[in-house]
C-alpha cells in the first residue's frame, strides 16, 4: 500500500507525456492537463508521507532487473526513505504551483505544450534521482536534470545569451558530473556495488577519493563556488524555470547527494571540513555579489546560491537532517520570489532591473505582500518558514565544535542575506514609481494569484508542519546562552537596519567613483572575467593552434604520408629521367644479368 | 549464414533487374528483410559460438556488429536517394551494386572463422568504398581522400599478411575457434614485438588509432552521404572487432607494448575532442568525434578486463549508429543549405522543428547521456580504465566534458540563434529523412531497455 501508492503517485507523472503519442497533446488544454496530474500526483503522494510520518517505515523496492553482468546487478529500485518520502510531496507541491504560475506567465508562447512537456520530463527526473536507490539510476536523474536545465534555459533560443547560458550550465554540470562517475568507478571498483544499502553496509575505508568525487558533483550542480557562475546565468531562462530548476529542485539536487552520502560522510573529518569551508566560501560570496547587483532575478539567483551554501555549511557540520529541512523549506518561499519577481517582470513588460520599478506596493498589492514574507521568511525572521530550519542551522553551528573562520563567514552571509532582501524590497516596492506611466499592470489573474497563495501559505506555516511531524533524528541543541540562541536573529536585524539606512542616506546620492569593493561586489568578483576569459581562450586556441594546426596538418601530414609521397617523387625522378646514355644502361643491364646467372649457378 | 549472405548477393541482380521507378523501393525493402532475418543472430543461448559451417560462425561479439551491418544498408540506401536523383539510372545502380557488394563483404569479415579469409575480406572492403569514395565525393578532394584512405589502410595491414603467416606456421592453424584454446604465451622475444605490432597496426590504422587518423577525417569529409556511414558506422569497428579478436593471441606482449598505444589514445582522445571545439565544418567535427570515441575503444581493448571488452563492444555499436545518424542529419542539411559549414544552417530550428528534435536527440546520444547505450560502453570503459590506473579519470573526464561541449555546439550552432536569410525557401525534411532517422533511434533506445545483447562475451 505504501509503496504502490509512491508508485502510483511517479507513474501518474508519465501519463501526459505518454499521451503526447497519441496526438491529444495538440489541443490547448495540454497544460491544464499537465497541471492537474501533478496536483493529484501531489495528493496521491500525501498518503504514503502520511504513512511514513506514523509509522517511520523506510523500504526499498526493486522492480525490475535491468542487466546483471559479472557480479554487477544493476535493477530498477527505489528507495523510499526519510529524504525521498518528504521531499516528493514538496516537490509536487511547489511544481504544481509553478505549473499554474507558468500558465498565466507563459500563456502568449505558441509552444507552450512543449514547455509543459519540457517542464514535465524534468520533474521526472528529478524524481527519479531523488527516489534512485542506485547510483546508475541516480546518475540518470543527476543527467537528466541537466541536459532538462540545458534545454530550459535555452528555451528562448534565438537568444544568444540563452544559448550561451545554457551551454554555461552544461560546462559546469559536466565538470562536476567528473566527480560523480570518478566516484561511481571507485565504488565499483571497491565495493563491488552501486545499491546505495550495500555502500554503506561494507562502509569501506579511505573513502576520501570517492567523497571529493561526490563533493565535485555537489559543487557543480549545486553552484558551489568555483563552479558557480553558470545559476545567475541560468536567468536567461523564463521565470518559472527559474522558479523551479534554479530554486527547489535541481539546484538542491547536489546538496541532496551528500546528504545521501552522509552515512560515508559523518566519518570523514577531512571532507566534512572541506565541505564546510566550501560552503561558506559559497555563501558568503554569493551574498556579496547578490548585494550591488540591479537585476531582480539575479539577486535572487544569487540568493539560491548563497542558501545552497548554507545548506552545504549544514553538511559540513554533520547535520544532514538539517540540511534536508532547509532544503524543504526553501524550496517554497525561494519558488515564490521567483513567481513574484516574475509577476512584476511581466506587468511591467519585461523590465528586470530594480533601479526601474518603485511604488509597486500601490499597483501590485498581492505581490508585494508575498514578495515582502517571502524575503522574510528567507532571512529567517521568527516562525516563518525560513526560521524553522535557518535558525536552527545557525545555533547548532554556533554550539558546535567548528571552525570559527567558517562560522563567521556564515553569520556575515545571514546578515547580508537580510541586507539584499531589503535592497529588493526598498527598490522595487516602496518609494515613488520609476517604471514608464503607460504600463498596464494586471495581477489578478486566477493561475497567478492562486499559485502564489498556494506558495504564500506554503511559506509562513509549512516549516511549522514540516518540523513538528517529522521525527527529530539527532537530538537539537536544547540549552545554550541567550546570546548564542539569538545571534541569527540579531544579525539579520543588523543586516536589515544597516541596509535600510545606507539604502535611504544613498537614495539621492550619486556615485561618482566606484569603489574597488562595489567593482569587485558588482562584477561578481572578477570571476566569470577571468574564468570565462582566460581558460577558454587558452584552451581553445591550444586547439586551433596545437592539436589542429601544428600536430595534425603540419605534423602528421607531414610525417607519413607527404614525406613518404615527397620520397617517392624525387627518387622517381632521379632514377626515371632519361639521359641518354645508353652505354651506362647497357651496362647496367648486364651486371644485372652476370650477377643473378653467377648466382643461380652457384646456388647449392 | 548463407541465408544472410546470398540474399546480400541477390541483391545486385535485383538491382539491375528492377524498373526504373523501382530501384530504390524495391534494393531498400529487401535489405530490410534481410536485416530482419539477422536480427535471431542476437539471440545466442550460450556464451559459446553459433558455428554454421566451417566458414561461417557467429558469437556474441560479432552477433551485434553483424546485425549493425545488415540494419544500416537499408539506411544508407535511403540517405542516398536524394544525393543520386539526377545521376542516370546505370550509375545509381552502380552505387547501389557497390553497397551491397560492401554489404556483402563485410558479413563475410564479420563471420569469417578463419583469419585469413577475415583478412582478405577486411581487405576487399577497401575496393567498394574506394569506388564509392573517389566517384561519388563532391569536391575533387575525394581522390586525395581516396589516396589517403586506401594508403593508410593497405600499409598497416600489409605487415598482418605476414604476421598472419607466421602464425600459421608457428600454430598450424589460423581459425578463430581454436585460437581461443591455444593458450601458450608468446616467447618474450624481438620477432614477437614485431609480430604484435604487426597483428595490432593493421586494426590501429582502421579504428583509426591518434596519429594515424588522417585518412578518416578526409575520407569522412570526401564521401557522399551512403559512404560517411558505413565508414562511422561499421568500417572503423572492423578495427575494433579485429583488435578484439586477435589480442587472445598475443597474450604476454600486450602487457607492456599496450602502453604507448594506450597514451597515445588517451592524449589523442584529448586533441581529437579539442580539434572538434574548432570546427566549422559539420562532416569534420562528426569524423573527429569519431576518432576520440574510437580511442576509448581502443583503450578499453588494450587494458583487457572483461568489462573494458563489454565496453568496447556497447560503445562501437552505439557510436555506430549515433554518428551513422549525425551523417545523416549533416547530410540533410547540406542538401538544404549546400554547404557543411555550420554557421551557415544556423536557426534551423525554427524552419524545421521534427528535424531538430532529432539533432537534439543525436546530440544527447553523442554525449552519452544515461541510460543510452553510448553511456554504458563509455561508463564501462572509464571504469575498467580508472581500476587500471587512477589518474585516467582525469583525462576521461576531460574528455567526457569536451564531448558534451562540442556535441552541444554542434546542436546550438545549427539549430538554435536566429535563422538566416539565404534559407528562407528550403525544403521541409521528407518522410523519408524523418524514418531514416527513427530507424537509428529507434535502435539506439530499445538497446538501453537490453544493453546485454550488445556487451559481447559478459563471461
Given at each position: 500500500m505504501f509503496s504502490s501508492l509512491m508508485l502510483v503517485s511517479l507513474l501518474m507523472l508519465t501519463l501526459p507525456i505518454m499521451?503526447?503519442?497519441?496526438?491529444?497533446?495538440?489541443?490547448?488544454?495540454?497544460?491544464?492537463?499537465?497541471?492537474?496530474?501533478?496536483?493529484?500526483?501531489?495528493?496521491?503522494?500525501?498518503?504514503?508521507?502520511?504513512?511514513?510520518?506514523?509509522?517511520?517505515?523506510?523500504?526499498?523496492i526493486s522492480n525490475w532487473h535491468w542487466m546483471t553482468m559479472q557480479t554487477l546487478k544493476l535493477s530498477l529500485s527505489f528507495k523510499l526513505d526519510y529524504f525521498s518520502m518528504i521531499f516528493v510531496p514538496v516537490a509536487l507541491f511547489v511544481t504544481w504551483s509553478i505549473m499554474e504560475f507558468s500558465l498565466w506567465y507563459m500563456h502568449s508562447d505558441p509552444y507552450i505544450t512543449r514547455f509543459f512537456k519540457y517542464l514535465l520530463t524534468f520533474l521526472i527526473t528529478m524524481m527519479i534521482l531523488v527516489t534512485a536507490n542506485n547510483l546508475f539510476q541516480l546518475f540518470i536523474g543527476w543527467e537528466g536534470v541537466g541536459i532538462m536545465s540545458f534545454l530550459l534555459i535555452g528555451w528562448w533560443y534565438g537568444r544568444t545569451d540563452a544559448n550561451t547560458a545554457a551551454l554555461q550550465a552544461i560546462l559546469y554540470n559536466r565538470i562536476g558530473d567528473i566527480g560523480f562517475i570518478m566516484a561511481m568507478a571507485w565504488f565499483l571498483f571497491n565495493t563491488n556495488t552501486w545499491d546505495l544499502q550495500q555502500i554503506f553496509m561494507l562502509d569501506p575505508n579511505l573513502t576520501n577519493l570517492p567523497l571529493l568525487g561526490l563533493l565535485l558533483a555537489a559543487t557543480g550542480k549545486s553552484a558551489q563556488f568555483g563552479l558557480h557562475p553558470w545559476l545567475p546565468s541560468a536567468m536567461e531562462g523564463p521565470t518559472p524555470v527559474s522558479a523551479l530548476l534554479h530554486s527547489s529542485t535541481m539546484v538542491v539536487a547536489g546538496v541532496f547527494l551528500l546528504i545521501r552520502f552522509h552515512p560515508l560522510m559523518e566519518n570523514n573529518k577531512t571532507i566534512q571540513s572541506l565541505t564546510l569551508c566550501l560552503g561558506a566560501i559559497t555563501t558568503l560570496f554569493t551574498a556579496i555579489c547578490a548585494l550591488t547587483q540591479n537585476d531582480i532575478k539575479k539577486i535572487i539567483a544569487f540568493s539560491t546560491s548563497s542558501q545552497l551554501g548554507l545548506m552545504i555549511v549544514t553538511i559540513g557540520i554533520n547535520q544532514p537532517y538539517l540540511a534536508f529541512l532547509h532544503i524543504c523549506t526553501h524550496a517554497f518561499f525561494k519558488a515564490m520570489l521567483f513567481m513574484c519577481s516574475g509577476s512584476i517582470i511581466h506587468s511591467l513588460n519585461d523590465e528586470q532591473d530594480i533601479r526601474k520599478m518603485g511604488g509597486l506596493f500601490n499597483a501590485m498589492p498581492f505581490t508585494t505582500t508575498s514578495l515582502i514574507i517571502g524575503s522574510l521568511a528567507l532571512t529567517g525572521i521568527p516562525f516563518l518558514t525560513g526560521f524553522y530550519s535557518k535558525d536552527l542551522i545557525i545555533e547548532t553551528a554556533n554550539t558546535s565544535y567548528t571552525n570559527a573562520w567558517a562560522l563567521l563567514m556564515?553569520?556575515?552571509?545571514?546578515?547580508?542575506?537580510?541586507?539584499?532582501?531589503?535592497?529588493?524590497?526598498f527598490f522595487a516596492l516602496l518609494g515613488q514609481p520609476r517604471f514608464l506611466p503607460l504600463t498596464s499592470i494586471n495581477e489578478n489573474n486566477p493561475f497567478l494569484i492562486n499559485s502564489i497563495k498556494r506558495l504564500l501559505i506554503g511559506s509562513i506555516f509549512a516549516g511549522f508542519f514540516i518540523s513538528n511531524n517529522i521525527y527529530p533524528t539527532t537530538v537539537p541543541e536544547m540549552t545554550m546562552p541567550t546570546y548564542m540562541k539569538l545571534t541569527a536573529l540579531a544579525v539579520t536585524i543588523l543586516g536589515f537596519t544597516l541596509a535600510l539606512e545606507l539604502s535611504l542616506m544613498t537614495h539621492n546620492l550619486k556615485l561618482e567613483h566606484s569603489t574597488s569593493v562595489f567593482k569587485f561586489s558588482n562584477l561578481l568578483g572578477y570571476y566569470p572575467t577571468i574564468m570565462h576569459r582566460l581558460p577558454p581562450l587558452a584552451n581553445l586556441s591550444m586547439s586551433q593552434k596545437s592539436a589542429s594546426l601544428l600536430l595534425d596538418s603540419i605534423w602528421l601530414e607531414n610525417i607519413l604520408p607527404k614525406s613518404i609521397s615527397q620520397f617517392q617523387m624525387k627518387t622517381s625522378i632521379l632514377i626515371s629521367t632519361q639521359k641518354g646514355q645508353i652505354k651506362l644502361y647497357f651496362l647496367s643491364f648486364l651486371i644485372t644479368l652476370t650477377l643473378s646467372m653467377l648466382l643461380f649457378n652457384l646456388h647449392e | 549464414m548463407l541465408k544472410i549472405i546470398i540474399p546480400t548477393i541477390m541483391l545486385m541482380p535485383l538491382t539491375w533487374l528492377s524498373k526504373k521507378n523501382m530501384i530504390w523501393i524495391n534494393t531498400t525493402t529487401y535489405s530490410l528483410l534481410i536485416s530482419l532475418i539477422s536480427l535471431s543472430l542476437l539471440?545466442?543461448?550460450?556464451?559459446?559460438?553459433?558455428?554454421?559451417?566451417?566458414?561461417?560462425?557467429?558469437?556474441?561479439?560479432?552477433?551485434?556488429?553483424?546485425?549493425?551491418?545488415?540494419?544500416?544498408?537499408?539506411?544508407?540506401?535511403m540517405a542516398s536517394q536524394h544525393h543520386l536523383s539526377k545521376e542516370p539510372l546505370t550509375r545509381k545502380k552502380l552505387y547501389i551494386t557497390m553497397l551491397t557488394m560492401l554489404q556483402t563483404f563485410l558479413i563475410m569479415t564479420f563471420t569469417a572463422t578463419e583469419l585469413i579469409s577475415f583478412y582478405i575480406l577486411f581487405e576487399a572492403t577497401l575496393v567498394p568504398t574506394l569506388i564509392i569514395i573517389t566517384r561519388w565525393g563532391n569536391q575533387t578532394e575525394r581522390l586525395n581522400a581516396g589516396l589517403y584512405f586506401l594508403f593508410y589502410t593497405l600499409m598497416g595491414s600489409?605487415?598482418?599478411?605476414?604476421?598472419?603467416?607466421?602464425?600459421?606456421?608457428?600454430?598450424?592453424?589460423?581459425?578463430?575457434?581454436?585460437?581461443?584454446?591455444?593458450?601458450?604465451?608468446?616467447?618474450?622475444?624481438?620477432?614477437?614485438?614485431?609480430?604484435?605490432?604487426?597483428c595490432m597496426m593493421a586494426f590501429m590504422v582502421k579504428m583509426p588509432l591518434y596519429g594515424l587518423h588522417l585518412w578518416l577525417p578526409k575520407a569522412h569529409v570526401e564521401a557522399p552521404i551512403a559512404g560517411s556511414m558505413v565508414l562511422a558506422a561499421i568500417l572503423l569497428k572492423l578495427g575494433g572487432y579485429g583488435m578484439l579478436r586477435i589480442t587472445t593471441m598475443l597474450n604476454p606482449q600486450t602487457s607492456f607494448m599496450a602502453y604507448p598505444f594506450l597514451m597515445l589514445s588517451l592524449w589523442g582522445m584529448i586533441m581529437t575532442s579539442s580539434i572538434c571545439l574548432r570546427q566549422t565544418d559539420l562532416k569534420s567535427l562528426i569524423a573527429y568525434s569519431s576518432v576520440s570515441h574510437m580511442a576509448l575503444v581502443i583503450v578499453a581493448v588494450l587494458i583487457?578486463?572483461?568489462?573494458?571488452?563489454?565496453?568496447?563492444?556497447?560503445?562501437?555499436?552505439?557510436?555506430?549508429?549515433?554518428?551513422?545518424?549525425?551523417?545523416?542529419?549533416?547530410?540533410?542539411?547540406?542538401?538544404?543549405?549546400?554547404?557543411?559549414?555550420?554557421?551557415?544552417?544556423?536557426?534551423?530550428?525554427?524552419?524545421?522543428?521534427?528535424?531538430?528534435?532529432?539533432?537534439?536527440?543525436?546530440?544527447?546520444?553523442?554525449?552519452?547521456?544515461?541510460?543510452?547505450?553510448?553511456?554504458?560502453?563509455?561508463?564501462?570503459?572509464?571504469?575498467?580504465?580508472?581500476?587500471?590506473?587512477?589518474?585516467?579519470?582525469?583525462?576521461?573526464?576531460?574528455?567526457?566534458?569536451?564531448?558534451?561541449?562540442?556535441?552541444?555546439?554542434?546542436?546550438?550552432?545549427?539549430?538554435?540563434?536566429?535563422?538566416?536569410?539565404?534559407?528562407?525557401?528550403?525544403?521541409?525534411?521528407?518522410?523519408?529523412?524523418?524514418?531514416?532517422?527513427?530507424?537509428?533511434?529507434?535502435?539506439?533506445?530499445?538497446?538501453?531497455?537490453?544493453?546485454?545483447?550488445?556487451?559481447?562475451f559478459t563471461y
Amino acid at each position: 500500500m505504501f509503496s504502490s501508492l509512491m508508485l502510483v503517485s511517479l507513474l501518474m507523472l508519465t501519463l501526459p507525456i505518454m499521451s503526447s503519442i497519441f496526438n491529444t497533446y495538440k489541443n490547448s488544454t495540454f497544460p491544464h492537463h499537465v497541471k492537474n496530474t501533478i496536483s493529484y500526483a501531489f495528493i496521491t503522494s500525501l498518503i504514503p508521507t502520511m504513512m511514513f510520518i506514523h509509522s517511520g517505515q523506510e523500504t526499498i523496492i526493486s522492480n525490475w532487473h535491468w542487466m546483471t553482468m559479472q557480479t554487477l546487478k544493476l535493477s530498477l529500485s527505489f528507495k523510499l526513505d526519510y529524504f525521498s518520502m518528504i521531499f516528493v510531496p514538496v516537490a509536487l507541491f511547489v511544481t504544481w504551483s509553478i505549473m499554474e504560475f507558468s500558465l498565466w506567465y507563459m500563456h502568449s508562447d505558441p509552444y507552450i505544450t512543449r514547455f509543459f512537456k519540457y517542464l514535465l520530463t524534468f520533474l521526472i527526473t528529478m524524481m527519479i534521482l531523488v527516489t534512485a536507490n542506485n547510483l546508475f539510476q541516480l546518475f540518470i536523474g543527476w543527467e537528466g536534470v541537466g541536459i532538462m536545465s540545458f534545454l530550459l534555459i535555452g528555451w528562448w533560443y534565438g537568444r544568444t545569451d540563452a544559448n550561451t547560458a545554457a551551454l554555461q550550465a552544461i560546462l559546469y554540470n559536466r565538470i562536476g558530473d567528473i566527480g560523480f562517475i570518478m566516484a561511481m568507478a571507485w565504488f565499483l571498483f571497491n565495493t563491488n556495488t552501486w545499491d546505495l544499502q550495500q555502500i554503506f553496509m561494507l562502509d569501506p575505508n579511505l573513502t576520501n577519493l570517492p567523497l571529493l568525487g561526490l563533493l565535485l558533483a555537489a559543487t557543480g550542480k549545486s553552484a558551489q563556488f568555483g563552479l558557480h557562475p553558470w545559476l545567475p546565468s541560468a536567468m536567461e531562462g523564463p521565470t518559472p524555470v527559474s522558479a523551479l530548476l534554479h530554486s527547489s529542485t535541481m539546484v538542491v539536487a547536489g546538496v541532496f547527494l551528500l546528504i545521501r552520502f552522509h552515512p560515508l560522510m559523518e566519518n570523514n573529518k577531512t571532507i566534512q571540513s572541506l565541505t564546510l569551508c566550501l560552503g561558506a566560501i559559497t555563501t558568503l560570496f554569493t551574498a556579496i555579489c547578490a548585494l550591488t547587483q540591479n537585476d531582480i532575478k539575479k539577486i535572487i539567483a544569487f540568493s539560491t546560491s548563497s542558501q545552497l551554501g548554507l545548506m552545504i555549511v549544514t553538511i559540513g557540520i554533520n547535520q544532514p537532517y538539517l540540511a534536508f529541512l532547509h532544503i524543504c523549506t526553501h524550496a517554497f518561499f525561494k519558488a515564490m520570489l521567483f513567481m513574484c519577481s516574475g509577476s512584476i517582470i511581466h506587468s511591467l513588460n519585461d523590465e528586470q532591473d530594480i533601479r526601474k520599478m518603485g511604488g509597486l506596493f500601490n499597483a501590485m498589492p498581492f505581490t508585494t505582500t508575498s514578495l515582502i514574507i517571502g524575503s522574510l521568511a528567507l532571512t529567517g525572521i521568527p516562525f516563518l518558514t525560513g526560521f524553522y530550519s535557518k535558525d536552527l542551522i545557525i545555533e547548532t553551528a554556533n554550539t558546535s565544535y567548528t571552525n570559527a573562520w567558517a562560522l563567521l563567514m556564515t553569520l556575515i552571509a545571514t546578515s547580508l542575506t537580510a541586507a539584499y532582501s531589503t535592497r529588493i524590497i526598498f527598490f522595487a516596492l516602496l518609494g515613488q514609481p520609476r517604471f514608464l506611466p503607460l504600463t498596464s499592470i494586471n495581477e489578478n489573474n486566477p493561475f497567478l494569484i492562486n499559485s502564489i497563495k498556494r506558495l504564500l501559505i506554503g511559506s509562513i506555516f509549512a516549516g511549522f508542519f514540516i518540523s513538528n511531524n517529522i521525527y527529530p533524528t539527532t537530538v537539537p541543541e536544547m540549552t545554550m546562552p541567550t546570546y548564542m540562541k539569538l545571534t541569527a536573529l540579531a544579525v539579520t536585524i543588523l543586516g536589515f537596519t544597516l541596509a535600510l539606512e545606507l539604502s535611504l542616506m544613498t537614495h539621492n546620492l550619486k556615485l561618482e567613483h566606484s569603489t574597488s569593493v562595489f567593482k569587485f561586489s558588482n562584477l561578481l568578483g572578477y570571476y566569470p572575467t577571468i574564468m570565462h576569459r582566460l581558460p577558454p581562450l587558452a584552451n581553445l586556441s591550444m586547439s586551433q593552434k596545437s592539436a589542429s594546426l601544428l600536430l595534425d596538418s603540419i605534423w602528421l601530414e607531414n610525417i607519413l604520408p607527404k614525406s613518404i609521397s615527397q620520397f617517392q617523387m624525387k627518387t622517381s625522378i632521379l632514377i626515371s629521367t632519361q639521359k641518354g646514355q645508353i652505354k651506362l644502361y647497357f651496362l647496367s643491364f648486364l651486371i644485372t644479368l652476370t650477377l643473378s646467372m653467377l648466382l643461380f649457378n652457384l646456388h647449392e | 549464414m548463407l541465408k544472410i549472405i546470398i540474399p546480400t548477393i541477390m541483391l545486385m541482380p535485383l538491382t539491375w533487374l528492377s524498373k526504373k521507378n523501382m530501384i530504390w523501393i524495391n534494393t531498400t525493402t529487401y535489405s530490410l528483410l534481410i536485416s530482419l532475418i539477422s536480427l535471431s543472430l542476437l539471440n545466442q543461448p550460450s556464451n559459446n559460438s553459433l558455428n554454421f559451417s566451417l566458414m561461417f560462425f557467429s558469437d556474441p561479439l560479432s552477433a551485434p556488429l553483424l546485425v549493425l551491418t545488415t540494419w544500416l544498408l537499408p539506411l544508407m540506401l535511403m540517405a542516398s536517394q536524394h544525393h543520386l536523383s539526377k545521376e542516370p539510372l546505370t550509375r545509381k545502380k552502380l552505387y547501389i551494386t557497390m553497397l551491397t557488394m560492401l554489404q556483402t563483404f563485410l558479413i563475410m569479415t564479420f563471420t569469417a572463422t578463419e583469419l585469413i579469409s577475415f583478412y582478405i575480406l577486411f581487405e576487399a572492403t577497401l575496393v567498394p568504398t574506394l569506388i564509392i569514395i573517389t566517384r561519388w565525393g563532391n569536391q575533387t578532394e575525394r581522390l586525395n581522400a581516396g589516396l589517403y584512405f586506401l594508403f593508410y589502410t593497405l600499409m598497416g595491414s600489409l605487415p598482418l599478411l605476414v604476421a598472419l603467416i607466421s602464425i600459421q606456421n608457428l600454430t598450424g592453424s589460423l581459425n578463430f575457434l581454436l585460437i581461443q584454446y591455444w593458450n601458450q604465451a608468446l616467447p618474450d622475444s624481438w620477432s614477437n614485438i614485431f609480430l604484435w605490432l604487426a597483428c595490432m597496426m593493421a586494426f590501429m590504422v582502421k579504428m583509426p588509432l591518434y596519429g594515424l587518423h588522417l585518412w578518416l577525417p578526409k575520407a569522412h569529409v570526401e564521401a557522399p552521404i551512403a559512404g560517411s556511414m558505413v565508414l562511422a558506422a561499421i568500417l572503423l569497428k572492423l578495427g575494433g572487432y579485429g583488435m578484439l579478436r586477435i589480442t587472445t593471441m598475443l597474450n604476454p606482449q600486450t602487457s607492456f607494448m599496450a602502453y604507448p598505444f594506450l597514451m597515445l589514445s588517451l592524449w589523442g582522445m584529448i586533441m581529437t575532442s579539442s580539434i572538434c571545439l574548432r570546427q566549422t565544418d559539420l562532416k569534420s567535427l562528426i569524423a573527429y568525434s569519431s576518432v576520440s570515441h574510437m580511442a576509448l575503444v581502443i583503450v578499453a581493448v588494450l587494458i583487457q578486463t572483461p568489462w573494458s571488452y563489454m565496453g568496447a563492444t556497447a560503445l562501437m555499436i552505439a557510436h555506430g549508429l549515433t554518428s551513422s545518424m549525425l551523417f545523416c542529419l549533416a547530410n540533410s542539411n547540406y542538401e538544404r543549405t549546400h554547404s557543411r559549414t555550420m554557421i551557415l544552417a544556423r536557426g534551423l530550428q525554427t524552419l524545421l522543428p521534427l528535424m531538430a528534435a532529432w539533432w537534439l536527440l543525436a546530440s544527447l546520444t553523442n554525449l552519452a547521456l544515461p541510460p543510452s547505450i553510448n553511456l554504458i560502453g563509455e561508463l564501462f570503459v572509464v571504469m575498467s580504465s580508472f581500476s587500471w590506473s587512477n589518474i585516467t579519470i582525469i583525462l576521461m573526464g576531460a574528455n567526457i566534458t569536451i564531448t558534451a561541449l562540442y556535441s552541444l555546439y554542434m546542436l546550438i550552432t545549427t539549430q538554435r540563434g536566429k535563422y538566416t536569410h539565404h534559407i528562407n525557401s528550403i525544403k521541409p525534411s521528407f518522410t523519408r529523412e524523418n524514418a531514416l532517422m527513427a530507424l537509428h533511434m529507434t535502435p539506439l533506445l530499445l538497446l538501453s531497455l537490453n544493453p546485454k545483447i550488445i556487451l559481447g562475451f559478459t563471461y
